[in-house]
Every structure is written in C-alpha cells, then in structure tokens.
Nanobody
Framework: QVQLVESGGGLVQAGGSLRLSCAVSGRWTYPMGWFRQAPGKEREFVAGISWSGGSTAYADSVKGRFTISRDSAKNMAYLQMNSLKPDDTAVYYC????????????????WGQGTQVTVSS
C-alpha cells in the first residue's frame, strides 16, 4: 500500500501563504487529493488532481486561493495556499486515489498522517 507523508504546515497570519507537500512512497499514477479536518468538524474535501495533472477540482471555500499540483517524476503532490483565513485552520491530509475519481472521499484509499495549519487573525 502506498505511504504518504505531508509537510509544510505551520502557523501563519491571516492573508499569508503556505505550501504543503506530500511525498508518495512509490510511483503513483492515480489521482491525488487534499482534505482537511478542523476541531469538532468532519473531514472535508479541499482539492483533487487527476493522474495526469491536467484536471483539478476545488471546494468552493478555497477556489481562487488554493492551487493543487503534482510532480509525478518526483512522486510529489503540493497544495499552494494563499490569502489564508482563520477558517482554514485544520489538519490537512494528503490522499491517494483508487481509480479515476478525485472529488469525493470515496475516491481515495490511502491517507497521510496530516500536517497542522493554523491561521491567526
């Protein structure tokens, strides 16, 4: 089973930026995604990217501020987060897809341990 390791989280002021990285243990030709979970809330979809990197999807709450990308040659996925808001505070999880889908939690079968993102007001 593929292993995923996230990095890049931290504390940032509102309006700032962070770039999350996800290292995949082996060559992975399926979609990738990012999810987040805030305290007391369910895990929610943030962004997804197709296996080729040519198609992406975003939650309405992050459209225009976050950008998902992947570097298949390096077995890496990224989430560039700009104009961060306190509501973006959560643990962010990288996920590996199971088939062709990249928009729903059920499309993903492997998850990382998560990285904390805290946005102060």
């Amino acid at each position: 089973q593929v292993q995923l390791v996230e990095s890049g989280g931290g504390l940032v002021q509102a309006g700032g930026s962070l770039r999350l990285s996800c290292a995949v243990s082996g060559r992975w030709t399926y979609p990738m995604g990012w999810f987040r979970q805030a305290p007391g809330k369910e895990r929610e979809f943030v962004a997804g990217i197709s296996w080729s990197g040519g198609s992406t999807a975003y939650a309405d709450s992050v459209k225009g501020r976050f950008t998902i990308s992947r570097d298949s040659a390096k077995n890496m996925a990224y989430l560039q987060m700009n104009s961060l808001k306190p509501d973006d505070t959560a643990v962010y999880y990288c996920a590996a897809g199971k088939s062709s889908g990249y928009r729903r939690p059920s499309d993903f079968g492997s998850w990382g341990q998560g990285t904390q993102v805290t946005v102060s007001s």
